[in-house]
């Protein structure tokens, strides 16, 4: 198996990275640019890029910002926000993404997954699953999708997704650990990579989360101090995990 | 400066392939006209997307020619390596370019698609791999927890692994593509 894996992730609005608690109260967390930079040159194993109200303001993703954050990354770029089509997954690679992320979109026509899956390959189709009490949700959150999150997992797999992203609605924000629980229920029902997202607060938590999952998402516990990834990664070496050596 | 030419087939990460070449001192030209990857110094197959529509893209633009007829180096990367083999069995069945002996195969052990930073033997270093399928071919010359991690044959020389996002060690890698010894 390939090294667990540690992704800071920047949630963009307005062209700024923000964050919330349990996808609600956006606050500024910074430039994208500065800190996608800063987190790979930390040692940072992929970076992900979501834009928050790209699904719920109908835009077009922003290519322009993706592309200027691409130019300064030396490590994975996954994409996500708006992907409607197997068009905008290509405008996304074209603009410097490795992976695409997939939500709401695939819920409300889950054959696109495949389509995108046929386009630019199952390894770059991530299918994200935001889930609250279970059961997901669509549109940043707002609307219960109707669908337990281990079928939905499960379904995306099969249609083609190669990665899962599964935040925990409930856990967002919070730092009291992530939604184990739900985290191993997923990863048991698919057989891609799981990436478990929502409520680090530190070392702990992470390695935790790393025994059910492939790889954990980073994001409030980043923002607020940017070398605090640097330190994370030295505090799960020395707990015994084993993590690249980004030299 | 090297010219390199980056082969844009439709659906490859070129653009992150051309910024990590850019980076490490390469002129990059993305294109997909045969006789620009026929004259370039290095021309880059680079790897995202499903064998079949890659092929047939390929094709379509004549750059399977263009491919097989240069003498000078040339770097497959991930599904740019698997495209290089004889055949693969993605998509039913499909047939490559021939420029390495072997065949790609479905990866069957732990979670597929195989994901994330593994180490390299005998490089020393350890590269980020995104792949559902490997290369089983006698040319291999270095290895990744049982899967093939590099072949060669004449010129060609393919990576399974992703050297554009493989941060210092891919940047290594790269310059060592550029001014072989």
């Known amino acids: 198996m390939p090294l667990p894996r540690l992704i800071p992730c920047l949630d963009v609005a307005g062209g700024r990275v923000v964050k919330g608690i349990r996808f609600q109260g956006l606050r500024d967390a910074g430039d994208p640019v500065e800190l996608g930079a800063r987190y790979s040159d930390a040692g940072a194993d992929e970076l992900v890029f979501l834009d928050v109200k790209a699904t719920l303001e109908e835009r077009a993703n922003r290519i322009e910002l993706v592309e200027r954050v691409a130019e300064r990354l030396a490590i994975p770029f996954t994409v996500g926000g708006g992907v409607r089509s197997a068009a905008d997954a290509e405008a996304l690679l074209r603009a410097g993404a490795d992976k695409v992320a997939v939500n709401s979109a695939a819920l409300e026509r889950p054959a696109l997954i495949g389509e995108l899956a046929e386009r630019v390959g199952s390894q770059a189709v991530v299918l994200a699953v935001d889930a609250t009490g279970g059961r997901v949700h669509a549109r940043a959150g707002t609307t219960d999708a109707g669908r337990d999150a281990a079928e939905w997992a499960a379904e995306g797999e099969a249609l083609g997704a190669g990665e899962i992203l599964l935040t925990s609605i409930d856990a967002d924000g919070t730092r009291a650990g992530y939604d184990l629980a739900l985290t191993a229920r997923v990863a048991a029902a698919v057989s891609v990579p799981v990436i478990a997202s929502g409520g680090a607060g530190g070392a702990g938590h992470v390695a935790q989360a790393l025994e059910v999952a492939q790889a954990a998402l980073l994001a409030s516990i980043l923002h607020e101090d940017p070398d605090r990834l640097a330190s994370l990664r030295g505090e799960l070496r020395a707990a015994g995990v084993l993590l690249r050596d980004a030299a | ?181």
């Open chain 2, 1 to 181: 400066m090297t010219r390199v030419a980056v082969c844009d087939y439709g659906a490859g990460n070129v653009r992150s392939v051309a910024i990590a070449l850019e980076r490490v001192g390469a002129q990059v030209t993305v294109t997909t006209d045969a006789e620009t990857v026929a004259a370039a110094d290095l021309a880059v197959l680079p790897g995202v997307g499903s064998a079949a529509s890659a092929m047939t893209a390929l094709r379509s633009a004549g750059i399977d020619e263009a491919l097989r007829a240069r003498t000078g180096p040339t770097l497959g990367i991930c599904l740019g390596l698997q495209l290089a083999l004889e055949s693969s069995d993605e998509d039913g069945g499909v047939e490559g370019l021939g420029l390495l002996p072997g065949r790609a195969r479905r990866l069957s052990d732990g979670r597929v698609p195989r994901i994330g930073w593994a180490a390299v033997d005998p490089l020393e270093d350890t590269f980020y791999f995104a792949h559902s399928f490997a290369a089983d071919t006698p040319a291999a010359t270095a290895w990744s927890e049982g899967c093939v991690a590099e072949a060669r044959s004449g010129a060609f020389l393919g990576v399974q692994f992703h050297p554009e996002k493989s941060g210092a060690a891919g940047a290594r890698y790269l310059e060592r593509c550029l001014s072989p010894a």
